[in-house]
């Protein structure tokens, strides 16, 4: 057994420290308004619903500060739509989010939490002034297709896709896109025979004699450019989610490898809102985990 230091609270969300501000909101979406959530601004000051990936954060959807008539029987029960809802926030708490860790990833303990849609929270790093979801990947052989789980809100800006291997073989790659037989996406539009062969942060194949070397994905360079010596230059410009294009996939060659994948996203509604308090594999469905919380 291991002691993280948490204990899983009986009827509250709140397990260390005070929230500093709590109001109250009326929830006008119930769609995955559970309790833990964290909440956006609806239709107007006074009505939320759960974080979408677009629009910021104002906090979580409380429990034990609920007013009795509107309380649901446990943590793990939807609020009713149109009741009154406490929506906490200011940092310096620890909340417990039931199935809070979106699908498809895996929390280290101090690990950077970012805001993300259905209310939950994603992994993420934060590198040369940008942030980025954390998505593992791994493969022992084969070349088949997988969907990480992990589906791109429409609407927000991808900058940039990037590997950090713990698992390295020599002439090992890895395609990074979005999946095309379900929503006319592109496999490697992210990433295109990005290297494995070196442990640790791989840097993109972005100037080469031959444009099919350049590893930067299709999505993510709208023109590359020769010289005079006839070496191509990609020129990243980023890629926009039309809300069609949305499931994450790769496609490993047939070598053993394992490490994360880097998605480097621009939106409002995609910020820190705290650190891993444990550890959490929600590598297969959705998990409990516990938030130290900063916003």
Known sequence: M???GHIVPTGRLVTKGSPANVVYRNLGTVTNGYPGRLAVRENTDYDV??????LPPLGWIGYEQQATQYQVADITTINVVDTEVPVISGGGFTIYMPSGLAKGTVATQGDLLLSWTNGQVVP????????????????ATGTALVDTGIDIPGGVM???CMLNVTTNTASGTLDVG????VEGGDLDGLLDGESIATAGLVVHDAVDAS???ITVGAL???????DATSVYYAVPTGYVTDGTIKSLVYTPSDHAMAGYIYVFIESPGIVPVGRAGAAAD?????????VETTL
């Open 2 to 4: 291991v002691d993280s």
């Open 49 to 54: 619903k759960v974080s979408d990936g677009v």
């Open 124 to 139: 993420g790093v934060f590198m040369g002034g940008r942030y980025a979801i954390k998505v593992p990947f791994m493969n």
């Open 158 to 160: 991808i900058t940039d």
């Open 178 to 181: 979005f999946d095309y037989a």
């Open 211 to 213: 444009t099919a070397n």
């Open 220 to 226: 993510l360079t709208e023109v590359e450019i020769k």
């Open 282 to 290: 929600a590598s297969s469905e959705a998990a409990n985990i516990f």
